[in-house]
């Protein structure tokens, strides 16, 4: 099993400091009688083949990937930071190198997503609870659904409403009364279709967390708070919420790692042209002709170190509970 | 909570109401009206002129003679051979579950019994595939496997799948193992099991249901992924997912998006029942991750 695990991580990271091997180019003289000598440079495909061969990894170069256009690229940040006097300028003309394009995506879904499914999960949870018993069920069945089925399927459910001959579609139209709005034209829009989405899909899994959380709920704690005089919102807030923290702190957590890696509903939604993520960058990179393996290694191994750092408070409050514990 | 309710007003009530249903609205009507339309021609599913042709299919009536259609399931099975793909998901899902499930329980079984040292690691390395997206692995995978000559084969992407799926197999099993306790083997020993006979014969039958929820959460992974299997699965061999992916880049050309909604149709349809089946096992399952971690 580590075996599956560990290698492939060292070779994302093997690939990602190597490029491919250029090919190897040889001056040819063709001389014909009376016409004279000309010499045409022809790609040598027996030395190619030779060289791909005794290294199939490519020729080393370091950092280079990391640094070039289509990653960090530094040099244009440089040039970018030095040509531009507003810091909304330099954020704007940042955004459109396409790798911090993605990132920008990537964050604001993440960050405006993940509140939101909890806030949602919750509502929805509080809602639940307080029906008929026989109802319950039922209503956890058909919430489940957007959870558990495909996000390319989920994502593309709902495109196929939102489009613009689609009947969510049409109704906005309508309601906006503009014939013109479509989904497929505006980044705004794409970027609030997305983020819906993105709440839709997600929020059932938050509302059966928290749903089985409310079960635990001791009574005699809301029995308390009610003859000390608390209304109701104010036992939700006093009594419930801190009940259900830790189950806030996970579901956050876990959203925090799924929209981070963002990249089905792009493809459903047909939105590569509005908004991409690094997942969709290194499919991207890895699904083209050309199979651009040590481009999309070097995206994976940023990716990496993104989750990385998003996940290390609580990697390291984890750690410090474990050494508690012992 | 029967003090609580007693005292709530009408007002209140119907509120409470009101929300459930409009939730039940979000949650459930996109699959409906999907259902619905994929039955319709593509005039009627993306009706310009008038939204309610989509409900009573004016276009289909004068097409095909009838409300309903079938064409959209037509092209999309006999003409993409979409049943092909369909096959190749089910044996996929089958040996990954298989797989998974035959190292996850023993494996589990072991790490629960063997103290408590290996919990934080085995914590951790979950967590953090977890938050990995799969994608990031696949352009590992892929060089090695060209060199070797396995790429786009069924079992080297079933391997794939098995491997980053397992340290959460693992994490959730051990979790159910270690809700067993252990004075159940000790006693099977001392009437004179083997080690392993204590595992088939007593600590099997008790663990099921958590074996079934894991499986089914190994399922669902294996039936749902769609980076993995577009990436090391070459075209004959390629599951449901990107299936339907490489319909939209050439039904959109084609004006053929029936086939495509069709498609999508036929793949959540499983995962439909499943969640009818299986209900209690998911939600056990999501909220067992939860009360652990």
């Known amino acids: 099993m580590l075996l599956f695990i560990a290698l492939p991580l060292i070779s994302v990271v093997l690939q990602s400091i190597y490029a491919p091997h250029p090919a190897v180019l040889v001056e040819v003289e063709t001389c014909t009688p009376l016409v004279g ?123 196929w409403m939102i489009d613009s001959r689609g009947i969510l579609g049409t109704s906005i139209q309508w309601i906006f009364s503009d014939p013109n709005l479509s989904l497929k034209a505006s980044t705004g829009l794409m970027w609030i279709a997305l983020i819906v989405y993105g709440v839709w899909h997600a929020a059932p899994f938050a509302f059966v967390i928290f749903y089985a959380g409310l079960q635990t709920l001791p009574e005699d704690q809301i029995e308390a708070a009610q003859i000390d005089g608390a209304s109701r919102i104010q036992q939700v807030w006093y009594v419930v919420l801190p009940h259900l923290m830790p189950l806030v702190a996970f579901v956050a957590l876990i959203q925090l790692m799924d929209n981070f890696r963002v990249f089905e509903p792009i493809i459903g939604f047909n939105a590569s042209a509005h908004a991409t993520s690094l997942s969709w960058f290194i499919f991207n990179d890895l699904g083209g002709e050309t199979r651009q393996l040590s481009s999309a290694s070097a995206t994976s191994v940023l990716t990496i170190l993104g989750v990385t750092i998003l996940l290390l408070p609580v990697l390291r409050r984890t750690w410090k509970d474990f050494r508690e514990k012992k | 909570m029967s003090a609580a309710t007693e005292k709530r007003s009408t007002k209140l009530r119907v509120l409470i109401y009101v929300f459930a249903i409009f939730w039940l609205i979000i949650s459930a009507f996109p699959f409906i009206w999907t259902l619905w339309g994929s039955f319709k021609v593509e005039l009627d599913f993306f009706s310009i002129a008038d939204w309610t042709f989509a409900l009573t299919g004016e276009r289909t009536t ?62 951790i390395t979950a ?43 693992l994490w959730m099993l051990h979790s159910f193992f270690q809700n067993i306790p252990k004075e159940l083997d000790e ?107």
Not at chain 1, 37 to 53: H, V, W
Not at chain 1, 89 to 108: G, H, Q
Request: a neutral charge; proline letters at 4%.
């Open chain 2, 187 to 293: 006693s099977a020993k001392v009437d004179g099991c083997s080690q392993f006979q204590a595992f088939r014969n007593v600590i099997i039958p008790v663990m099921w249901p958590g074996v079934i929820t894991t499986g089914l959460f190994s399922f669902l992974l294996a039936y749902n992924d769609f980076a993995v299997t577009s990436m090391l699965l070459s075209e004959e061999n390629r599951t449901m997912m990107p299936k339907v992916a490489a319909f939209l880049g050439t039904t959109y050309t084609e004006g053929n998006v029936m086939f495509a909604v069709a498609a999508v149709v036929s793949a959540a349809a499983p995962l439909f029942i499943l969640v009818m089946l299986f209900q209690r096992q998911i939600v056990s399952g999501l909220t067992a991750g939860a009360v652990k971690g």
């Open chain 1, 37 to 159: 000598c000309t010499t045409e440079t022809a790609i040598d495909q027996e030395a190619t083949a030779d060289l791909r061969a005794a290294k199939p990894l490519g020729r080393f170069v370091g950092l280079e990937i990391f640094k070039d256009r289509g990653h960090l690229a530094l040099l244009e940040v440089k040039e970018i930071w030095g040509a531009t006097s507003s810091f909304e300028e330099f954020f704007s003309r940042l955004t459109n190198l396409p790798f911090y394009r993605a990132m920008y995506f990537t964050l604001t879904f993440t960050f405006i997503v993940t509140p939101l499914v909890v806030l949602v999960g919750f509502l929805v949870a509080l809602n639940v609870n307080a029906l008929y018993q026989k109802l319950r069920g039922f209503v956890v069945f058909l919430s489940l659904l957007p959870f558990v089925i495909n996000p390319l399927i989920g994502s593309l459910v709902l495109f």
């Open chain 2, 62 to 123: 004068a097409e095909y003679g009838r409300a309903f259609t079938a064409a959209g399931y037509e092209g999309a099975w006999v003409k993409e051979e979409f049943w092909r793909n369909v096959i190749n998901t089910f044996i996929i899902c089958f040996f990954v579950v298989c797989t998974s499930l035959t190292i996850g329980t023993l494996g589990g079984y072991a790490l629960s019994r063997s103290g408590y040292r290996y919990t934080f690691i085995l914590l």
């Open chain 2, 127 to 169: 967590l953090i595939f977890r938050a990995m997206p799969p994608i990031t692995l696949v352009s590992g995978y892929m060089l090695p496997f060209f060199e070797w000559n396995v790429w786009g084969k069924i079992p080297t992407t079933v391997i794939v799948l098995v491997a980053i799926n397992q340290p959460f197999t």
